[in-house]
């Protein structure tokens, strides 16, 4: 049995853990009040939802007692606005967290079903595409599990990131109605609404400026409930719903006209309805723009009104909020708390400026600028005409001040600007939230100097204790807790069960790398877990796969930088290889691979979606080949999200984090995989150069250029002929794709893709890195036939991976951006 986090280290717990009886008592109650189904006609999904809400009592209760310890000491809070939360399931995370794993199971047992397959049925909360809205979950995890008062604010989409199906190897995108049945998890807050206005022009009375809203729709409340672990103190995930200011229009449905009627509504209405579908570029234009400001412009009524309630004055405001940007999604909330504070409350503007940037903080996410977020001038005027004046006067002070850094020289001002003026006026969100902001952090220690260096360095010059780093982190409750817990409990035996608030326990692990008896327990562990994985790889694609094989794993968002097709040229090269050297090479047989990729293309990115086809038509031809058999298969596991993810990580051998240098942020798959004792193939970038130096050069293959040798390569005149021409066996890969050999209907279907590296520039300087990448998995082979070895470096890659909780880096913003202590934060 799991040796569970003990309550010592917290507060003494509100609520006991129900016996196994009252548990059972508990779901038998809920399902006939809650479900209406007699106990023995119960099906796993009602089961999932009576379990369910028995948790949901507890955390209830947890809930109104942390915000009426909050509301006493009027404490200092967090409020951290994204646009994304990728939430997963929440039933195991809330059962653990409530220490009710055991008598759940033990529950459920009575109805003859197991825990495991009961949490299957719920529907992940997919509100969000990608790193960055898990990013924000795995915080709210943190900040419960540290004990800092905190609110996540964000959008409850009607539909959540879309569902991915594959038909003949293409990507097809449907919806995710993920509340069609209802979710036990939220909480409805009936009268906490808000309106938001829209549109309209801005007058002047009397010295004043007075905005006259053309549209209105309301904001309305409903929170998810974040429990922390090993406490009782829990976060809240706030999310706005549009509601339309009258239901129908009655007249227009008395006179028979039904679609005019249900229009308004949709109008107002359509604000939640859906996530965009793309981390990557500007997108659904002014839709979009009225999603940033709905969630904003409610998140911060609702912080003011709770900072009113407490203190009869907005003066301290900065005092007791601290209001994260979580990207430039919100950034727009630096206008609008100007907005409220000046228009509405009447404060001086230097008064309100001064504690706008003492309240805002701001994470960056992307070095592209093609991902940089700008909206035209035209689109904010028509939308949001007071917060266009606001941002032109902040532009206007800003630039004054900044012409004194610098005096006389135009284009340092006109790079600084808010607003860039080439062709169609358009405003800066990065620039607005930097200027409305105390500090700006990267989320690695290579992406945050590479912030300061280039798109942010004239930024950084006027004020260079402005930008700072917080490297990303994952919380260990869901990515080893939950997803893996048979490493859990050997984890539990080996260390005590206290890494799951102290991951830097994990560190001892190190003692037992060459333990015969400890690793024979981890690889039988791994072992079991590529079972599962095997199996879910089966029933997704047919495809049967060798648990004995390399588990060769890249699972993420598909996009060119990512460089998922430069993997794709490897597993040719390897299939290639062992058609003309079936035996093996240099004295050696092949070791049998199992290649897996996972993960959504936007649904505009043509390129994107051409490397999914590709994957899956070399795949058809590999696996099907007999020549090949287990030697090498090739599998792409449809509709990756976070619960597919907890399936992949235990079962990885191998972490493929492999974008062009430079490019990645910082990535938090790689932590999960080297977490779950994946070693990693990466280059030096984002988090892979900082898990480097936490597990050593020796427990990790590095490849490639490094980010300066990208620069350099780039400025001298990058030719990937040059690479074509020089290696053949790039050139017989690269000819076997672009010829037509995995694709004999459509001999040109991959032309164009190939073309785009040859012809096209490389942009990501996958040709570059060819012949490295492939070394570079010669030697994962070499590794991997000695298994004594790989176990002890795997096992150094779980001990080194301390430093990557999302407790330390939630600790981190705490102490220096947030300047929140809390009892839990002082270790
Ligand atoms: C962790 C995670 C990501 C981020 O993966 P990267 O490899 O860092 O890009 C994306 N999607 C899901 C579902 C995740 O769990």
Redesign the pocket.
């Known amino acids: 049995m799991v040796t569970q986090p003990s309550s010592s280290t917290s507060a003494t717990p509100t609520t006991r853990p129900p016996a196994p009886a009252d548990l059972q008592a508990g779901i038998d109650q809920h399902l006939l009040d809650t479900v209406g189904v007699e106990s023995s006609e119960a099906t796993p999904t009602d089961l999932m939802q009576a379990v369910s809400q028995v948790a949901r009592q507890q955390l209830s209760q947890r809930w109104v007692a942390a915000q009426a310890r909050d509301r006493e000491s009027k404490a200092r809070r967090v409020v951290y606005l994204s646009m994304e939360f990728?939430m997963?399931r929440t039933l195991s995370n809330a059962l653990g967290a409530l220490n009710l794993r055991g008598p759940a199971a033990a529950g459920l047992s009575h109805y003859a079903q197991t825990l495991e397959d009961i949490c299957d049925r719920e529907p992940d909360a997919?509100l969000?595409?990608?790193?960055?809205?898990?990013?924000a979950a795995?915080f709210l995890d943190s900040m419960a599990t540290v004990g800092l008062p905190s609110f996540g604010y964000g959008i409850r989409y009607e539909y959540g990131m879309f569902a991915q199906d594959i038909q003949n190897g293409a990507q097809m995108e449907y919806p995710d109605p993920w509340l069609e049945n209802g979710t036990p998890w939220e909480f409805p807050r009936a009268n906490i609404t808000y309106p938001v206005r829209f549109g309209g022009w801005v007058e002047p009375v009397d010295g004043k400026s007075v905005w006259r809203h053309a549209g209105e729709v309301a904001a309305k409340a409903y929170d998810m409930v974040v429990p922390g672990h090993g406490t009782d103190k829990v976060s809240t995930l706030r999310l706005w719903k549009a509601v339309a200011p009258a239901h129908i229009d009655l007249n227009a449905f008395n006179t028979g006209d039904y679609a005019r009627a249900a229009s308004a509504k949709n109008e107002y209405e359509n604000i939640s309805w859906v996530l965009y579908p793309n981390d990557s570029t500007p997108a659904g234009r002014e839709l979009r723009l009225k999603q940033e400001y709905f969630f904003v412009a409610a998140s911060v009524q609702d912080l003011i009104q709770r900072h009113l309630a407490e203190h009869p004055t907005l003066l301290n405001l900065a005092e007791k909020v601290a209001i994260h940007l979580n990207d430039t999604h919100p950034a727009i909330g630096v206008a609008e708390l100007m907005r409220v504070l000046h228009d509405e409350h009447n404060l001086a503007w230097g008064t309100a400026w001064a504690i706008c940037r003492k309240t805002f903080s701001y994470t960056n996410h992307t070095l592209m600028p093609e991902a940089l977020e700008t909206w035209p001038v035209a689109l904010i005027q028509h939308v949001l005409p007071r917060h266009m004046e606001i941002i032109f006067r902040i532009n206007k002070e800003f630039l004054d001040e900044a012409a004194a850094h610098r005096p006389g020289d135009n284009q340092f001002l006109a790079r600084l600007s808010l607003i860039d003026e080439h062709g169609e006026r358009r405003v800066r969100m990065a620039h607005l939230s930097i200027v409305g902001s105390h500090k700006v952090n990267g989320v690695s220690a290579l992406h945050s100097d590479l912030l300061v260096q280039t798109i942010f360095a004239d930024f950084a010059s006027i004020w260079p204790d402005r930008f700072t780093n917080m490297t990303?982190g994952?919380t260990p409750r869901r990515?080893l807790a939950q997803a893996n817990p048979d490493l859990s409990s050997l984890l539990d035996r080996t260390l005590g069960g206290n890494w799951r608030l102290d991951l830097d326990q994990l560190q001892r692990l190190r003692e037992h790398k060459h333990d015969p008896s400890f690793q024979n327990a981890f690889m039988a562990i791994k072992r079991a877990n590529k079972v599962r994985l095997a199996a879910l790889i089966e029933r997704t694609t047919g495809v049967k796969v060798s648990p004995d094989s390399l588990f060769d794993v890249?699972?993420?968002?598909i996009h060119e930088y990512?460089r998922q097709l430069l993997n794709v040229l490897h597993v040719v090269t390897r299939y290639q290889a062992i058609l003309a050297h079936p035996e093996g090479v240099n004295g050696q047989p092949w070791v049998p691979r199992t290649v897996v990729f996972a993960?959504k293309a936007a649904s505009s990115y043509v390129t994107a979606k051409s490397i999914i086809r590709l994957i899956h038509d070399v795949g058809a031809v590999i696996n099907a080949d007999p020549r090949i058999g287990d030697k090498l298969k090739l599998v792409f596991v449809p509709n990756?999200?976070?619960s597919?993810?907890?399936v992949i990580?235990p079962g990885a051998d191998l972490s493929e984090?492999i974008s062009t240098a430079g490019t990645?942020a910082?990535?938090?798959?790689?932590?999960?995989?080297a977490l779950n004792g994946a070693l990693t193939i990466g280059t030096d970038d984002?988090?892979n150069i900082e898990i480097r130096q936490n597990v050593g050069d020796d427990n990790i293959f590095i490849f490639g250029l490094r980010t300066p040798e990208v620069q350099a390569l780039r400025q001298s005149g990058y030719q990937p002929m040059r690479y074509y021409d020089n290696n053949p066996e790039l050139k017989a890969v690269l000819d076997a794709i672009a010829g037509g050999q995995f694709t004999p209907t459509e001999p040109g279907r991959y032309r164009a893709l190939v073309d785009s590296l040859l012809w096209g520039g490389d942009h990501y300087l996958l040709l570059a890195d060819y012949a490295s990448y492939v070394a570079a998995q010669s030697r994962v082979d070499d590794l991997y036939r000695r298994p004594d070895e790989w176990c002890a470096r795997a096992i150094t890659n779980v001990a080194g991976m301390g430093v990557f909780s999302s407790d330390r880096t939630i600790r981190e913003y705490a102490r220096q951006i947030w300047h929140i202590e809390a009892d839990a934060i002082k270790t």
């Open positions: 990728l997963g997919a969000g595409n990608g790193g960055l809205g898990r990013l795995c990303n994952v990515w890249q699972v993420k968002r990512k993960g990756y999200g976070v597919v993810a907890e990580m984090q990645e910082s990535g938090t798959g790689n932590m999960k995989l984002g988090a």
